[in-house]
């Protein structure tokens, strides 16, 4: 499944879905986004459940978005609909989302459980949803000279755990997550018991897991541009409780250490930070991954694990290669000359260096190829920059 997971979803490990058909999505004003969430919900059956138990009597428009989300994962798996999830879109542009604009994933998940508790008329039902991801933890700030323990709850949809430039493993970033941090000189915080700015301690503690855990890997840097970090994380499919046992707050709630997660579903960023798209790899059963990519949807088969050992051992860099390529192809679709000329160019390149097995010239050959990246994403903000001075800055004639 690649390197550029963007968000993962696991179930606790005792809850099993009940259907296994997925269908594509088309893509609709640059869609990729929502096509992609859209394809873990329809994985995660418990919430369509929870919806189903929600009939209301007032009537909805077509800008309820819990009843749109509820519609949309319905006609999914009806093989006859042509457009499942055309009306959704629909109203989510009558919100905060605009069409033929890229938004990020994690942010229109947050988007939509946000509307479906705004707009939901049930308010038990709406519970359920908000019980169902809701992820439960307190900030620790600590007085160094008092002592006294300043604690705030709050409630996460998904984990947002940064990764770093390197190797990164899930309970790695989560324990960077949990990890005690120094406020010192401008970072010191204002104690209530001593009535100034003190150096304290801040860290973040876990009180309680849902049942449906997301996790939102931050690949995204922005240090004046917005840049993207490829660096692997590696998983596993299935992990327990234990894995938090660093970050668990003293009144930590129902954390059970015999508790498991399966995953079920990733949504994977592909492309460079201002000219990706989104896909998604989801699990509706515990036998068979299906990969969606807008309208196209295939079945993943796995390799057995001596076989990803063999191919692992006789090419380390192939993973970055092929994420070059992807890469370089998507960003093909806007160049002046058109596709057809910048994929055979492309094509051309990387035949000629098939048969180099150097790592050091592999490497050397991917770092000009990540050059050639960002020389393409400075030619097109100059075009659209163009573009805009033209049409706002221009006097006409």
């Known amino acids: 499944m690649g390197s550029n997971y963007s968000k993962m979803t696991s179930r606790q490990y005792y809850r099993s879905a009940s259907f296994d058909y997925v269908r594509g999505l088309l893509n609709y004003s640059l869609s990729c986004c929502v096509n992609a969430v859209l394809q873990s919900f329809s994985a995660t059956t418990e919430l369509l459940d929870i919806l ?22 319905e006609f999914m798996r009806d093989k006859s609909h042509p457009a499942p999830h055309e009306d959704f879109l629909k109203c989510l542009y009558h919100q905060a989302i605009r069409p033929f604009t890229q938004h990020d994933a994690d942010e229109i998940f947050h988007l939509i459980l946000n509307l479906s508790q705004e ?10 949803i908000r019980s169902l991801y809701e992820i439960k933890v307190e900030t620790q700030v600590v007085c160094s000279k008092c002592k006294f323990i300043h604690r705030a709850p709050s409630s996460l949809f ?9 190797e990164n493993t899930l309970e790695g970033c989560i324990n960077s997550f949990f990890q005690l941090q120094k406020l010192r000189d401008s970072e010191k915080f204002n104690c209530e018991r001593c009535d100034e700015k003190q150096p304290s301690t801040h860290e973040v503690k876990l009180v309680s897991l849902p049942p449906i855990l997301c996790v939102h890997l931050k690949r995204f840097r922005n240090n004046g541009f917005t840049r993207k970090l490829f660096n692997k994380v590696t998983f596993p ?3 327990s409780n234990d894995i938090f046992a660093a970050g668990q707050s003293e009144n930590a709630d129902g954390l059970k250490a015999d508790e498991c997660y399966s995953l079920y579903a990733v949504v994977v960023h592909i492309g ?10 989801i699990r509706p059963n515990q036998d068979r991954w299906y990969y969606a990519d807008d309208s196209c949807v295939q079945p993943v088969y796995c390799l057995p694990q001596d076989k990803k050992r063999d191919i692992k051992m006789s090419n380390p860099l192939r993973g970055e290669v092929i994420r070059l390529y992807k890469n370089l192809l998507y960003l093909g679709r806007d160049y002046p000359k058109g596709t057809t000329y910048f994929r055979e160019r492309l094509k051309a ?3 000629k260096n098939k048969d180099v097995t150097d790592p050091e010239k592999i490497k050397k050959l991917v770092d000009r190829g990540e050059f050639v990246i960002k020389e393409l994403e400075a030619l097109y903000f100059l075009r659209k920059y163009r573009a805009m001075k033209k049409r706002y800055y221009e006097p006409e004639h």
Request: aromatic share 12%.
């Open 52 to 73: 189903n138990k929600w009939h209301p009597s007032d009537g909805t428009d077509e800008r309820n978005v819990p009843w749109q989300l509820r519609n949309a994962l």
């Open 119 to 128: 707009q939901m008329s049930d308010a038990a039902v709406a519970q359920e």
């Open 158 to 166: 998904s984990l947002p755990l940064a990764i770093c430039e390197g």
């Open 237 to 239: 499919e299935t992990f």
């Open 272 to 281: 460079p930070a201002m000219f990706g798209h989104y896909t998604a790899f």
């Open 349 to 351: 390149a990387f035949m």
